[in-house]
């Protein structure tokens, strides 16, 4: 039996449906959290935004009533997006940590645009004699995601530990997205937390 569960909504169409496979919520008894179909359970969401939507989950577990949870959400939900945008902001994480995972649906050459994130790491390989194809993942940094060259993105098997020449104000986004996911639905909004940041936007 659950105290509270919260239905998220559909991806295709968030003002007008919530689904059934995107949800959160906690058991009454045990206070254990039940978390399916958001960016902390996914395999291709940076391993740094699966850490903070999981310090954020069970301070929510700890709410009995939706009023506890709104207020969960617009004070410690707000706390932690500032610490871990702080921490993008400072450079001080591991790019190892950032690393986004996609699927190429083309052989890299197929593509005729060169800009996306995905592409633009994979021809860095290419370029240095490892061929990928239709199918296989690759796994990158954002490094310049306004510009319109080719350095957009980084691959992962070429940053080291200490690299840190990633986009934080691109990355800053991508976190009030994750976050969003869980608190949007408790009055906390992606342009809510966005605010809360624009000094490091800047």
Same mark, same amino acid.
């Given at each position: 039996?659950?105290?509270?569960?919260?239905?998220?909504?559909?991806?295709?169409?968030?003002?007008?449906?919530?689904? !059934?496979?995107? /949800?959160?919520?906690?058991?009454?008894? !045990?206070?254990?959290?039940?978390?399916?179909?958001?960016?902390?359970?996914?395999?291709?969401?940076?391993?740094?935004?699966?850490?903070?939507?999981?310090?954020?989950?069970?301070?929510?577990?700890?709410?009995?009533?939706?009023?506890?949870?709104?207020?969960?959400?617009?004070?410690?939900?707000?706390?932690?997006?500032?610490?871990?945008?702080?921490?993008?902001?400072?450079?001080?994480?591991?790019?190892?940590?950032?690393?986004? !995972?996609?699927?190429?649906?083309?052989?890299?050459?197929?593509?005729?645009?060169?800009?996306?994130?995905?592409?633009?790491?994979?021809?860095?390989?290419?370029?240095?004699?490892?061929?990928?194809?239709?199918?296989?993942?690759?796994?990158?940094?954002?490094?310049? /995601?306004?510009?319109?060259?080719?350095?957009?993105?980084?691959?992962?098997?070429?940053?080291?530990?200490?690299?840190?020449?990633?986009?934080?104000?691109? /990355?800053?986004?991508?976190?009030?997205?994750?976050?969003?996911?869980?608190?949007?639905?408790?009055?906390?909004?992606?342009?809510?937390?966005?605010?809360?940041?624009?000094?490091?936007?800047?």
């Amino acid at each position: 039996i659950y105290k509270w569960i919260v239905f998220l909504p559909s991806k295709v169409h968030p003002r007008t449906r919530s689904i !059934t496979n995107r /949800y959160f919520g906690c058991f009454e008894d !045990t206070n254990e959290l039940k978390v399916r179909g958001i960016e902390y359970r996914r395999h291709d969401t940076p391993e740094y935004f699966k850490e903070c939507q999981g310090e954020i989950l069970p301070e929510l577990a700890r709410c009995d009533n939706e009023q506890e949870l709104r207020e969960c959400a617009s004070t410690a939900g707000v706390q932690i997006f500032e610490k871990y945008a702080r921490n993008l902001e400072n450079h001080t994480v591991s790019p190892i940590h950032l690393m986004i !995972t996609r699927r190429l649906s083309k052989n890299p050459s197929e593509y005729s645009s060169k800009r996306q994130l995905q592409v633009n790491a994979a021809l860095k390989l290419e370029n240095e004699g490892l061929k990928l194809k239709a199918g296989q993942s690759i796994s990158y940094v954002i490094t310049r /995601y306004e510009s319109k060259g080719r350095d957009r993105s980084y691959p992962e098997e070429f940053v080291k530990e200490n690299y840190n020449d990633y986009d934080s104000k691109r /990355y800053i986004e991508l976190l009030a997205d994750c976050c969003a996911s869980v608190l949007d639905p408790l009055g906390v909004s992606k342009e809510m937390l966005l605010s809360r940041a624009t000094g490091r936007l800047a």
